[in-house]
């Protein structure tokens, strides 16, 4: 008898999955590369420790309030500080919330999960009894409506949520800069170990969440509920905001007879690794927020090598799309190497095919991302 080997199926991505089987990154290395990333990432960690900052003050202090004007001073309210805020000349925390509900909509992980379970039903009504108590309107509207209060406090959950999660990774990034000041990081597979590093150091941390009413402590997330940052964090935002993210208005129709946004959301790729840069700064694209936002914390090394570009600082918003699309494969490829089933280097053959099995999945999702293009 003839054996006829099966042929394994052709993956047009199989260059990459033979990079990661070695260790390597998503992204070629290259001086000009690290330099990118890390200034990059600089940038975002500044803005990443704004943003985080912001979302558990909402969340500790803000919840179940209906029209939270100030929401985005954290607590310092002034007549300077207003001006600034109706010029824009602030921070833009818009962004920080539109990531917030990309993750709640698209769920996953333990946090979504617990929000749905009779512990937080029985949290949320003893916070919601406290908070009202002087109240008969809201707590009669509350009767009427059990679910519209407690939906108010899951989004407060994943505001938390949020803030812890870019707490940890605002920290990693900015420490990632300072190595590369001191002449520790000089290739993307040092930086691919450095946030590879953090996230498993940080992956049990607890994820919690409480609240204090007229000097009183509630907890919505006991420790108790076992959330950590990776699983529940962190692995869900991922899969929300590199991944499926959500349809940018104007790109492309709402419209359900035009087709345009699958019904399947789990089959969106809106995300951040698919997103095509040239929109950046037009009305209704939430990423130009960001851009917009890392631009005034640009370190210098970075912000010359765009004002040397054939545009100057014409499309420095593009730019920064651009080079944040470079670092965020970085990140990608060190969650990649993380959740790996098993270790990179294992003989067993066993065990090496379901690494690859693991690795051609991931590399399916990339098929249609801008991987290629950073790549040139």
């Given at each position: 008898?003839?054996?006829?080997?099966?042929?394994?199926?052709?993956?047009?991505?199989?260059?990459?999955?033979?990079?990661?089987?070695?260790?390597?990154?998503?992204?070629?290395?290259?001086?000009?590369?690290?330099?990118?990333?890390?200034?990059?990432?600089?940038?975002?960690?500044?803005?990443?420790?704004?943003?985080?900052?912001?979302?558990?003050?909402?969340?500790?202090?803000?919840?179940?309030?209906?029209?939270?004007?100030?929401?985005?001073?954290?607590?310092?309210?002034?007549?300077?500080?207003?001006?600034?805020?109706?010029?824009?000349?602030?921070?833009?925390f818009e962004y920080a919330e539109y990531c917030m509900k990309g993750?709640?909509?698209?769920?996953?992980?333990?946090?979504?999960?617990?929000?749905?379970?009779?512990?937080?039903?029985?949290?949320?009504?003893?916070?919601?009894?406290?908070?009202?108590?002087?109240?008969?309107?809201?707590?009669?509207?509350?009767?009427?409506?059990?679910?519209?209060?407690?939906?108010?406090?899951?989004?407060?959950?994943?505001?938390?949520?949020?803030?812890?999660?870019?707490?940890?990774?605002?920290?990693?990034?900015?420490?990632?800069?300072?190595?590369?000041?001191?002449?520790?990081?000089?290739?993307?597979?040092?930086?691919?170990?450095?946030?590879?590093?953090?996230?498993?150091?940080?992956?049990?941390?607890?994820?919690?969440?409480?609240?204090?009413?007229?000097?009183?402590?509630?907890?919505?997330?006991?420790?108790?509920?076992?959330?950590?940052?990776?699983?529940?964090?962190?692995?869900?935002?991922?899969?929300?905001?590199?991944?499926?993210?959500?349809?940018?208005?104007?790109?492309?129709?709402?419209?359900?007879?035009?087709?345009?946004?699958?019904?399947?959301?789990?089959?969106?790729?809106?995300?951040?690794?698919?997103?095509?840069?040239?929109?950046?700064?037009?009305?209704?694209?939430?990423?130009?927020?960001?851009?917009?936002?890392?631009?005034?914390?640009?370190?210098?090394?970075?912000?010359?090598?765009?004002r040397r570009s054939l545009r100057g600082e014409d499309d420095l918003?593009?730019?920064?799309?651009?080079?944040?699309?470079?670092?965020?494969?970085?990140?990608?490829?060190?969650?990649?190497?993380?959740?790996?089933?098993?270790?990179?280097?294992?003989?067993?053959?066993?065990?090496?095919?379901?690494?690859?099995?693991?690795?051609?999945?991931?590399?399916?999702?990339?098929?249609?991302?801008?991987?290629?293009?950073?790549?040139?």
């Amino acid at each position: 008898m003839v054996t006829i080997k099966k042929k394994a199926p052709h993956n047009p991505l199989a260059e990459y999955i033979e990079r990661l089987q070695k260790g390597d990154a998503l992204l070629p290395d290259s001086p000009e590369n690290v330099l990118e990333v890390v200034g990059i990432l600089k940038s975002y960690g500044v803005v990443l420790d704004a943003y985080s900052i912001n979302l558990n003050y909402i969340a500790e202090h803000q919840f179940l309030v209906f029209f939270p004007f100030f929401k985005y001073f954290n607590g310092e309210v002034s007549f300077q500080k207003l001006l600034r805020h109706w010029w824009h000349d602030r921070i833009n925390f818009e962004y920080a919330e539109y990531c917030m509900k990309g993750m709640m909509w698209h769920g996953g992980g333990g946090l979504d999960t617990y929000l749905d379970t009779p512990e937080f039903q029985e949290r949320a009504q003893a916070v919601i009894a406290a908070k009202f108590k002087n109240n008969p309107l809201i707590l009669g509207i509350n009767q009427l409506f059990p679910d519209f209060l407690t939906e108010q406090l899951r989004v407060s959950a994943y505001y938390t949520g949020l803030g812890q999660f870019w707490r940890v990774m605002a920290d990693m990034f900015l420490n990632l800069s300072d190595r590369y000041d001191r002449g520790e990081i000089k290739s993307i597979s040092q930086v691919v170990d450095h946030i590879k590093s953090g996230l498993v150091a940080n992956a049990s941390n607890p994820i919690t969440y409480a609240v204090k009413i007229r000097g009183k402590v509630y907890e919505i997330i006991p420790k108790s509920v076992g959330l950590t940052f990776l699983a529940d964090t962190a692995i869900p935002y991922v899969e929300a905001v590199f991944f499926r993210g959500t349809p940018f208005h104007g790109t492309v129709s709402y419209n359900a007879q035009a087709y345009q946004i699958s019904p399947d959301q789990s089959r969106f790729q809106y995300g951040a690794l698919y997103a095509d840069p040239l929109p950046i700064g037009g009305a209704g694209i939430p990423p130009t927020l960001l851009m917009q936002d890392m631009r005034h914390y640009l370190p210098e090394y970075l912000h010359e090598i765009y004002r040397r570009s054939l545009r100057g600082e014409d499309d420095l918003r593009v730019q920064i799309c651009m080079s944040f699309q470079k670092s965020m494969f970085c990140v990608t490829t060190a969650t990649i190497l993380g959740l790996m089933p098993h270790p990179l280097d294992t003989k067993d053959p066993n065990e090496q095919k379901v690494n690859r099995v693991y690795l051609e999945k991931w590399m399916s999702r990339l098929q249609t991302s801008r991987l290629l293009d950073v790549n040139k």
